[in-house]
């Protein structure tokens, strides 16, 4: 059982359309990290957010965490078939003593020309 | 310089096989993690090192999976008795501090997607 659930699990879009995924728990955080992954490859880190109710820019993707620290989303402005890929968000539960980072289940995007 | 290497990239392995997966770590990183990702799903936790100290196991699916790291560099994951559903890539990343906090990066390596038939 995932602890971060996201949402959707698959996209399928048109270049230049709008898109937000979303990577939700029951559990507080102390701070949430988006990665990218492409076939083949592990894992790239995009962004970290760390304060409730924190945005964050990137280019055309914006990043949010919720002001309760249990949620946070992705939005890409205007994709572009280069951000096809898997999108994962991960975390550290506040009550989690260790290092590991715990994974939601991901968001396979699909950005077609 | 140099990222996370693992190798082999692809291991087929006949059901009650041993397999053995290594982790070359960026050099001077002190913490080691493997992740097992299984198909279509988020990578989940399986065991973490602190230089040569196995600090925590917890994610270890059963007793058959070990992990090993003597010198505090190369690791290696090693599975016994290969069963199908060990089929999964295998993740190992690294961070120079010996205790990454909550915003630091964790450098994965290209995985070794482990068949098992």
């Known amino acids: 059982t995932q602890l971060l659930e996201q949402s959707p699990q698959f996209l399928s879009i048109q270049e230049g359309e709008n898109l937000t995924v979303y990577c939700n728990s029951s559990?507080?955080?102390?701070?949430l990290q988006w990665y990218r992954q492409e076939p083949g490859e592990g894992p790239v880190l995009l962004v970290t957010?760390?304060?409730?109710?924190e945005v964050k820019k990137l280019k055309r993707l914006t990043f949010q965490f919720g002001d309760a620290r249990k949620d946070s989303s992705l939005h890409i402005t205007a994709a572009q078939t280069g951000d096809t890929g898997l999108y994962l968000c991960?975390?550290?539960?506040?009550?989690?003593?260790?290092?590991?980072?715990?994974f939601g289940g991901g968001t396979r995007l699909m950005v077609k020309p | 310089g140099a990222g996370v290497s693992q190798s082999p990239r692809y291991k087929v392995a006949k059901r009650g096989q041993d397999v053995a997966l290594r982790c070359d770590p960026i050099s001077g990183h002190v913490s080691l993690f493997w992740y097992q990702q299984a198909l279509g799903q988020g990578p989940e936790f399986l065991t973490y090192?602190?230089?040569?100290?196995?600090?925590?196991k917890s994610g270890l699916p059963s007793d058959r999976f070990f992990a090993e790291r003597p010198e505090g560099s190369v690791s290696t994951l090693k599975i016994q008795r290969t069963q199908q559903e060990d089929s999964a890539v295998y993740l190992c990343a690294s961070h120079t501090r010996l205790a990454p906090t909550s915003t630091d990066t964790q450098y994965f390596g290209p995985g070794t997607r482990l068949t098992v038939l």
């Open positions: 957010v760390v304060t409730g109710g």
């Open positions: 090192f602190q230089n040569e100290a196995q600090l925590d």
């Open positions: 991960a975390g550290r539960p506040n009550n989690n003593a260790g290092n590991m980072l715990t």
């Open positions: 559990s507080v955080f102390s701070s």
